[in-house]
């Protein structure tokens, strides 16, 4: 019994430097540390970090915007009350956007000249539009993935019938041209995004959440971004589509140029519509207002111009406008010269609303002592 129990301690010695060696071995070789093992693991286990970080991040914007979509992965547009339509005095354009159908896009099809490119060419990108009219996951063929580089992508990318793909192929489709310069990346958003968007708020009166990431994704390129999504679609604006759209401009963070190019020419723009006022570009205004950007001077007398041409307007305006109104005011009063309060103050007078019309004058009033004094001074200075 004895020897039997000096035997297991001698095992027990053994064993347990053999742990620390086998443990130890990448650092110590021949009595010093090893730094270029080291140095390897190390950066393995900062890629194995940020990957994972990724990878949470992404969860837990998910999880958040749970909320935001139903079992079916559909995004769900706020329900607007019938008292906020009444107030809203929404002016829509009932000219109703036909369903894309099969037929309509197999007769542009047509139209591409199929005998300037090669059999070869044609053939390979069909079976690539097969690929993407069941892709779910995993990784794009190769003759789609060297689209941007290719002098005529719009011809090929026409053989792939983009209007038939699944919303995870245009989410990846996305990543790529987002990623492109800007010509190609406001074509592919104006000509193919937006309209299979709106194409499905149409039939499932809802966002699949695939498409609404690839909107999202879209913010990668905002200049692209506005002259393809936002400007056109502000023409001709749907409840539903104003939600979904007007979500993703007050989460996302854009550049302050950016947006202040944009809120110029969706000034332009409004006078276009019905009526010589458009309500969705009205509506795109409010939301970036209520961003409160330093915007430049030059912009804001853009918008005292603005506001100062609807002053002899023969028709009842909007809510929308006298919101916007009354948010610019109170945003940027401080930047505003006397000459431009007075002109406010004026149009105040003939264009009052009898709910917003008075806290108008309220913003444009503060500091009026203050003014005054200014306005004494520079006449003793004459």
Same mark, same amino acid.
């Given at each position: 019994?004895?020897?039997?129990?000096?035997?297991? #301690?001698?095992?027990?010695?053994?064993?347990?430097?053999?742990?620390?060696?086998?443990?130890?071995?990448? +650092?110590?070789?021949?009595? /010093?540390?090893?730094?270029?093992?080291? #140095?390897?693991?190390?950066?393995?286990?900062?890629?194995?970090?940020?990957?994972?970080?990724?990878?949470?991040?992404?969860?837990?914007?998910?999880?958040?915007?749970?909320?935001?979509?139903?079992?079916?992965?559909?995004?769900?547009?706020?329900?607007? #009350?019938?008292?906020?339509?009444?107030?809203?005095?929404? =002016?829509?354009?009932?000219?109703?956007?036909?369903? !894309?159908?099969?037929?309509?896009?197999?007769? +542009?099809? $047509?139209?591409?000249?199929?005998?300037?490119?090669?059999?070869?060419?044609?053939?390979?990108?069909?079976?690539?539009?097969?690929?993407?009219?069941?892709?779910?996951?995993?990784? %794009?063929?190769?003759?789609?993935?060297?689209?941007?580089?290719?002098? $005529?992508?719009?011809?090929?990318?026409?053989?792939?019938?983009?209007?038939?793909?699944?919303?995870?192929?245009?989410?990846?489709?996305?990543?790529?041209?987002?990623?492109?310069?800007?010509?190609?990346?406001?074509?592919? &958003?104006?000509?193919?995004?937006?309209?299979?968007?709106?194409? =499905? !708020? /149409?039939?499932?009166?809802?966002?699949?959440?695939? &498409?609404?990431?690839? %909107?999202?994704?879209?913010?990668?390129?905002?200049?692209?971004?506005? +002259?393809?999504?936002?400007?056109?679609?502000?023409?001709?604006?749907?409840?539903?589509?104003?939600?979904?759209?007007?979500?993703?401009?007050?989460?996302?963070?854009?550049?302050?140029?950016?947006?202040?190019?944009?809120? @110029?020419?969706?000034?332009?723009?409004?006078?276009?519509?019905?009526?010589?006022?458009?309500?969705?570009?009205?509506?795109?205004? #409010?939301?970036?207002?209520?961003?409160?950007?330093?915007?430049?001077?030059?912009?804001?007398?853009?918008?005292? $111009?603005?506001?100062?041409? &609807?002053?002899?307007?023969?028709?009842?305006?909007? @809510?929308?406008?006298?919101?916007?109104?009354?948010?610019? @005011?109170? /945003?940027?009063?401080?930047?505003?010269?006397?000459?431009?309060?007075?002109?406010? /103050?004026?149009?105040?007078?003939?264009?009052?609303?009898?709910?917003?019309? =008075?806290?108008?004058?309220?913003?444009?009033? &503060?500091? %009026? +002592?203050?003014?005054?004094?200014?306005?004494?001074?520079?006449?003793?200075?004459?």
């Amino acid at each position: 019994m004895a020897k039997k129990n000096l035997n297991n #301690k001698k095992k027990e010695k053994r064993r347990n430097p053999r742990k620390k060696i086998i443990h130890e071995h990448w +650092k110590f070789k021949n009595g /010093r540390i090893n730094r270029k093992k080291e #140095k390897k693991l190390m950066e393995k286990i900062k890629k194995s970090k940020t990957e994972f970080q990724k990878e949470e991040e992404e969860i837990e914007l998910i999880e958040n915007e749970k909320n935001l979509f139903d079992s079916n992965g559909y995004y769900i547009s706020s329900k607007i #009350k019938e008292e906020e339509k009444n107030i809203l005095d929404w =002016d829509f354009e009932e000219e109703k956007i036909p369903i !894309i159908n099969q037929k309509e896009i197999l007769e +542009k099809m $047509n139209l591409i000249n199929e005998k300037q490119l090669d059999a070869k060419i044609v053939t390979a990108y069909k079976l690539v539009g097969e690929i993407l009219k069941n892709y779910t996951s995993g990784q %794009l063929p190769k003759a789609f993935n060297i689209l941007t580089s290719t002098e $005529n992508w719009e011809e090929l990318i026409n053989l792939t019938e983009p209007y038939n793909w699944s919303p995870q192929a245009m989410y990846e489709a996305t990543k790529l041209f987002s990623s492109s310069e800007i010509t190609i990346s406001y074509i592919f &958003y104006e000509k193919y995004l937006l309209p299979s968007l709106r194409n =499905d !708020i /149409r039939i499932n009166k809802k966002l699949n959440i695939h &498409y609404y990431k690839s %909107l999202k994704r879209s913010l990668f390129k905002p200049s692209a971004f506005f +002259k393809g999504i936002i400007l056109p679609i502000s023409q001709n604006l749907k409840f539903k589509e104003a939600a979904i759209f007007g979500s993703i401009l007050r989460k996302c963070s854009i550049p302050v140029n950016h947006a202040s190019a944009a809120l @110029v020419k969706l000034m332009q723009f409004c006078k276009n519509g019905k009526n010589g006022i458009s309500s969705g570009a009205l509506y795109f205004i #409010k939301i970036l207002l209520m961003k409160k950007y330093a915007i430049p001077f030059q912009v804001k007398e853009n918008f005292v $111009n603005f506001f100062c041409d &609807y002053e002899n307007y023969p028709f009842n305006l909007p @809510v929308m406008f006298h919101q916007c109104f009354l948010l610019f @005011v109170q /945003r940027y009063k401080n930047d505003l010269t006397l000459q431009e309060k007075e002109r406010l /103050r004026k149009l105040n007078k003939k264009i009052a609303h009898h709910l917003i019309g =008075d806290e108008i004058n309220k913003e444009l009033n &503060y500091n %009026l +002592k203050n003014d005054n004094q200014k306005l004494n001074k520079n006449m003793q200075i004459d």
